[in-house]
């Protein structure tokens, strides 16, 4: 099942219960003081940050939710019970937006409710109108109707850690190395049609659908998933040996990111640039070259100005000790 990133769903808070007419039942008295009770309120509608970036799963086939409507007064001054509040479960970095008034709310925090949608008060019962100068007052008012919106969603991963590179760079493999996340893994472009996470002692790893030259314009996968790595600490840039010029591989995904940084929509939805990050330089597939090509390129890249660590998925040693670098390094950040 793919990924699901961004929805469009209905909301509705429930309206408000309905005042209503009734009268006291004396003896020996055909019609008695006014004692209808006022209706109650509709239930309100929250949005709640959860760690689940599978939620939107369930929204697949239902697009309509709604807040329980107020109960209607009654008789003997009752006034109707309030409507249930509804909540909307959404994943930590959801940008939810009021389509109907323009309001935007991130939901950047585990456990964030936000009420976006406020319920109808209910009506008046007859005795609410009493009066010295009307005992007997014969009306009742409705219940307000609810506030309702079409609600736009877009997911942006937060992650401690954002994997990048081009397919086949060994993105999947290394995540279920470092965390034991189970990623898909194949030998083929593409693979990973979707954003998997992992945690590593705490931190959680994200492993970003490889780009391709052209991702900033909509080719390929890249872009759908590019601002999923918008919100992430660190990026940690797979290069592998088998790539003819491993410095060009890396300029073209160093230039993919800063074409979609620099693009004027995400200036305006205020996410920082991804050219800024910090950023590790992974050479994979150390296996695949002598370790005279392996260090001679190690130290091209150190040219950089960044952290450059070279690691094959085929000794465990090797990824134990890039794992140890990468959490002494997120621990220093």
Not at 39 to 61: N, T
Not at 101 to 120: C, F, H, M, R, S
């Amino acid at each position: 099942m793919a990924f699901l990133d961004e929805i469009t769903i209905e909301a509705r808070a429930g309206k408000g219960g309905d005042g209503v007419v009734r009268w006291r039942r004396e003896k020996f008295i055909a019609k008695g003081g006014p004692n209808g009770g006022d209706g109650g309120r509709g239930g309100h509608v929250y949005i709640r940050a959860v760690r689940s970036f599978r939620v939107l799963d369930q929204y697949r086939s239902r697009k309509e939710f709604f807040a329980e409507d107020g109960h209607d007064g009654g008789s003997r001054s009752y006034k109707g019970a309030d409507g249930a509040r509804l909540t909307i479960d959404f994943p930590v970095g959801s940008v939810v937006t009021n389509a109907t008034t323009g309001a935007v709310y991130e939901l950047n925090k585990e456990g964030q409710e936000i009420k976006i949608l406020t319920g109808g008060v209910g009506g008046y019962g007859n005795e609410f109108f009493k009066s010295s100068t009307n005992q007997a007052p014969d009306r009742a008012t409705k219940g307000k109707p609810g506030e309702a919106a079409e609600l736009h969603v877009v997911i942006s991963l937060i992650a401690d850690v954002g994997l990048i590179g081009f397919p086949n760079a060994g993105k999947s493999s290394l995540l279920n190395g470092l965390t034991n996340a189970q990623a898909k893994v194949g030998d083929y472009p593409f693979t990973t049609l979707d954003p998997n996470l992992g945690d590593l002692y705490g931190y959680i790893i994200a492993d970003i659908p490889g780009l391709i030259e052209g991702a900033s314009e909509g080719k390929g996968l890249g872009y759908t998933f590019l601002r999923h790595i918008s919100k992430t600490k660190v990026l940690v840039h797979l290069i592998s040996f088998e790539n003819e010029d491993m410095m060009k591989a890396y300029e073209t995904i160093r230039d993919e990111l800063e074409k979609y940084s620099a693009a004027p929509q995400q200036h305006d939805n205020g996410l920082a640039s991804l050219v800024e990050k910090e950023e590790i330089i992974l050479l994979t597939k150390t296996d695949t070259v002598s370790e005279d090509v392996v260090e001679a390129t190690v130290k091209k890249f150190k040219k950089l100005g960044k952290p450059v660590y070279a690691i094959t998925l085929f000794d465990d040693g090797s990824v134990k000790e890039f794992s140890d670098e990468l959490i002494r390094f997120l621990k220093k950040e």
